[in-house]
């Protein structure tokens, strides 16, 4: 399979808008260089978000417009049941929640509680056995698991605890990963990938593989890698879990400075009340529901 | 960039990789060596003459025919000239245990016949003129270690009695339709030496017909001359005439046939062992790139890629063996010593094609169910795997 095999997920609202362009346009790179760009992305952003505004009907798929004024995730009466064997065991029970556009949230609770499965139904990795999920303009329960993947892919950066970098790739490969699934040139992919691993301070660090770096460093590469595509969301699953406290500290300087600087919503799932400290607002999970 | 992650997985775990390449390519050298062992055992066939008949007995290649046949058959409208030949069926006693064919022929109109024969004319007019001369093929001459102005002395078994020759020639062919292995003499000589009872009986006819597009009709008309006689004949092409003496052996090609698509199987199940403990290996892997926004299909083709380029791989290595092993080594052996048999044992360029094709779809059959697995990993599953 060629890179050319790689189909850009489609970008259509369903009046037909192409939104595809307009996104290319919106990588972290020309904010982190030049802020004067980012201000006039975000302004974009108002007057796309103003046309999408006329349409009540959410995109079925394509990356998210800002909307000023309404929530970006709601989650409303979601039930989460897994069966382990013939054993029902239900997760999340009921829970409704609703996260601002912009939002630094953390999410804190005991193993179990429902955190992790919080997250993957944000994040589109998993459906609601029952309720309402809405994020970024998509109902999550309707959709596809094709649908789901491009959602993920145009709105969602994944920030784990172990990294989950490909081995065989270098840093800026890793980086490199989401934007195969774009239109975007070879030449302009790598650019991209670079200025993202110069906006977490690892330009020195490109042509490295994750075993040549430290875990601070793997976790600085797996945000680039998060950013490259300018999601709307940040997904964080114990982006700290696996780190000495200043390598910690590190991280969650750089998130705040993606929440504050590049106005990226974040959802970061902690055992760490010090992260979670670093939140704008905490949430306590406990038997699958919010305290 | 997806094949280069293709690639570098392979790499990824080089011994086992190299382990199975290795693995998979000594089951393709033996694929090969079967495939070329039928190829050449048919190539007698596949290298016959056109413009040629033969004639025997119609009953069977044992039974023989009576020499006048032969004039009648010069007769038959169509025919260019015949000649005619006996399995003498004698062994050189210092050499025992060394097969190869040898001939009673009627040397002028045989050297006009099988006109492949190529023979310097000084060792011609010599073999033509001595009536115990014989000519060897250059492949024959080898194994028996003999040269022209040589005596060699045979031990008959059909025609009992040690046969004295001289050594008058050594030929080579033109084309792969003459075997390079026979050792061949004057009919009349043996013919002469016969008690009177078994005179002028024939093996077989050789006839060399004019129009290659009348061959059917010509074969025939020549049976229709016979067909009213005690001894009947049957007439077919040169071809289908080494085809039938081949298909006595058809219960060993066949045996060969299955040997090869079990070793083959064997091949597919060890690259689709090493695929699958790769996906096995991978699942966080391939759970991550999900999340991020690869479709399953894309998870397919990662793993349908890596699995041909390990089949690439095989098929490569495979043939890379093959060659010197068969080309330089054990086909120059069979064509000097087992001539008769294998009269052009080499790697055919079509069967190096086949080898590789082979090896990279029965890779890419292998990760079959490993691929199916990929595409169906769940990804919050995936993402909770350990290591």
Redesign the interface.
């Given at each position: 399979?060629?890179?050319s095999?790689?189909k850009e997920?489609e970008a259509t609202t369903e009046d037909g808008d192409a939104k595809g362009d307009a996104r290319d346009n919106e990588s972290p790179a020309p904010k982190g260089d030049a802020p004067g760009e980012g201000a006039k992305a975000d302004a974009a952003k108002a007057d796309a978000a103003k046309d999408s505004a006329k349409s009540d009907a959410p995109p079925k798929s394509g990356p998210y417009r800002p909307t000023p004024g309404k929530p970006l995730i709601e989650m409303s009466n979601v039930t989460k049941t897994f069966h382990k064997g013939k054993e029902p065991l239900t997760v999340l029970d009921g829970l409704t929640l609703t996260i601002a556009e912009g939002a630094f949230e953390a999410l804190m609770g005991p193993s179990g509680s429902g955190k992790s499965t919080l997250l993957?139904l944000i994040?589109g990795?998993?459906r609601p056995t029952s309720g309402t999920a809405r994020v970024a303009g998509h109902n999550l329960e309707k959709m596809s698991?094709?649908e789901l993947?491009?959602f993920?892919?145009?709105n969602i950066g994944?920030i784990?605890q172990a990294y989950?970098l490909?081995?065989?790739?270098t840093a800026v490969?890793n980086v490199?990963?989401?934007l195969?699934?774009t239109k975007v040139p070879s030449g302009e992919r790598r650019k991209r990938a670079e200025t993202a691993l110069r906006v977490v301070g690892l330009s020195d660090r490109m042509g490295h593989y994750p075993r040549q770096l430290s875990g601070g460093q793997e976790q600085r590469v797996a945000i680039a890698?998060a950013i490259v595509n300018d999601p709307t969301i940040l997904v964080c699953d114990e982006p700290t879990g696996d780190l000495d406290r200043k390598s910690a500290d590190d991280i969650l300087a750089l998130l705040t400075k993606l929440n504050q600087d590049f106005k990226k919503t974040i959802l970061m799932v902690t055992h760490d009340p010090s992260a979670a400290e670093r939140a704008t607002t905490t949430r306590h999970l406990n038997k699958g529901r919010l305290d | 960039?997806?094949?280069?992650?293709a690639w570098?997985?392979l790499?990824?775990n080089s011994g086992r990789t190299l382990l199975t390449v290795l693995g998979a390519a000594c089951a393709l050298l033996t694929f090969v060596m079967l495939r070329t062992v039928v190829s050449s055992w048919n190539s007698g066939a596949e290298y016959a003459a056109k413009d040629r008949l033969g004639t025997r007995h119609k009953v069977s290649f044992v039974i023989q025919l009576p020499k006048k046949y032969v004039d009648d058959i010069r007769a038959v409208p169509g025919v260019k000239q015949a000649t005619w030949a006996n399995w003498f069926g004698a062994r050189d006693p210092r050499q025992p245990n060394e097969f190869f064919a040898n001939m009673a022929v009627d040397a002028p109109s045989f050297l006009e016949v099988m006109d492949e024969l190529v023979l310097p004319d000084d060792q011609k007019k010599a073999w033509l003129e001595d009536k115990k001369g014989a000519i060897v093929g250059d492949a024959l001459a080898k194994k028996l270690g003999v040269k022209v102005g040589d005596k060699i002395t045979l031990e008959g078994s059909i025609y009992p009695g040690d046969w004295e020759f001289n050594i008058r020639g050594i030929y080579t062919a033109s084309r792969r339709s003459l075997d390079r292995s026979q050792f061949l003499f004057h009919w009349s000589y043996m013919n002469d030496s016969l008690p009177e009872a078994r005179r002028d009986e024939i093996g077989w006819v050789m006839i060399r017909v004019s129009n290659v597009a009348q061959s059917a009709q010509i074969a025939q008309s020549i049976d229709r001359v016979f067909e009213e006689r005690d001894t009947q004949t049957v007439t077919m092409s040169e071809r289908q005439l080494q085809a039938s003496f081949m298909a006595m052996f058809s219960a060993l090609l066949k045996a060969l046939d299955i040997v090869s698509v079990i070793i083959l199987a064997i091949m597919m199940m060890v690259l689709g062992n090493t695929i699958a403990m790769g996906v096995r290996e991978r699942t966080?892997?391939y759970g991550?790139?999900?999340?991020?926004?690869?479709?399953?299909w894309?998870i397919r083709?990662?793993v349908l890629?890596e699995a041909a380029v390990l089949g690439l791989f095989a098929g490569v290595a495979g043939i890379g063996l093959a060659y010197p092993v068969v080309d330089r080594g054990l086909g120059q052996w069979l064509e000097e010593n087992m001539g008769g048999w294998f009269p052009y044992f080499r790697v055919e360029p079509s069967t190096m094609v086949t080898t590789v094709v082979i090896a990279i779809g029965l890779s890419a059959l292998a990760s079959l169910l490993p691929v199916l697995q990929a595409g169906r990993i769940s990804?919050?599953d995936a993402?909770r795997r350990v290591g």
């Open positions: 399979m060629s890179d095999d790689v997920p993957n994040a990795l998993d698991d094709g993947a491009k993920r892919a145009q994944f784990f989950n490909l081995p065989v790739l490969e490199e990963l989401p195969l699934l890698r | 960039m997806l094949l280069k992650i570098r997985n790499l990824r966080r892997e991550v790139l999900r999340a991020i926004g690869f479709s399953p894309h083709s990662f890629g990804v919050t993402l």
